[in-house]
């Protein structure tokens, strides 16, 4: 029975945190429109650095995106200050999901952007997304497994971490 509730708990997580990446896709095609990747907002941009290849995929880092996802990362931790609590595997769930938001989000962005759709993401035709693997960027896979891991470890051998109201 308990398996039966974590397993129900954590495909409502998943199809919530899809969700989510669904809206916020919304909202960023309706401030990109068809110049992705910040490339027309009044926004400070760094085109060229070593680290970028590192840490950012090759992309260019704009004061936006740095903006967005740390704005992302608290918004995913929010749960976790209103609730007053913090373990290693509550930590471990925020991170997964907030993996599988950027994957779905991004994703959602080109099929709901007029401008692009799925087919110019598959087709690699997307100047920001450098480095595909199976006709998805390679940070979509890397989000998809680490955040898979991630939320398998959080729930594995879990007791009833969440109190009833």
Same mark, same amino acid.
């Given at each position: =029975? ?5 397993? @129900? ?9 899809? /969700? ?5 896709? =919304? ?6 429109? &068809?110049? %992705?990747?910040?490339? &027309? ?27 967005? +996802? &740390? +704005?992302?990362? !608290?918004?995913?931790?929010?749960? @976790? ?5 913090? &373990? /290693? ?5 925020? @991170?997964?999901?907030? =993996? ?6 991004? !994703?959602?962005? +080109?099929? !709901? ?8 993401? +598959? ?8 480095? =595909? ?8 896979? @890397? ?11 959080? !729930?594995? %051998? ?8």
């Amino acid at each position: =029975m308990r398996h039966d509730k974590h397993a @129900l708990h954590a495909f409502c997580l998943a199809g919530y945190t899809i /969700l989510l990446g669904f809206f916020f896709s =919304m909202v960023e095609v309706q401030i990109e429109g &068809s110049q %992705g990747w910040a490339a &027309s907002l009044p926004t400070w941009r760094i085109e060229h650095h070593p680290l970028l290849s590192i840490l950012w995929g090759g992309r260019p880092i704009t004061g936006y995106h740095v903006w967005v +996802f &740390s +704005f992302m990362a !608290f918004v995913f931790h929010f749960p @976790l200050f209103v609730l007053g609590t913090w &373990s /290693l595997r509550f930590e471990a769930r925020v @991170l997964g999901c907030l =993996m599988f938001f950027w994957v779905f989000e991004d !994703f959602f962005w +080109f099929v !709901f952007n007029p401008a692009y759709g799925a087919a110019k993401l +598959f087709h690699g035709e997307v100047i920001w997304h450098k480095h =595909m693997i199976l006709f998805l960027p390679h940070d979509y896979w @890397l989000f998809l497994i680490l955040g898979s891991l991630l939320l398998y470890w959080s !729930f594995r %051998g879990q007791k009833n971490i969440c109190t009833p109201c």
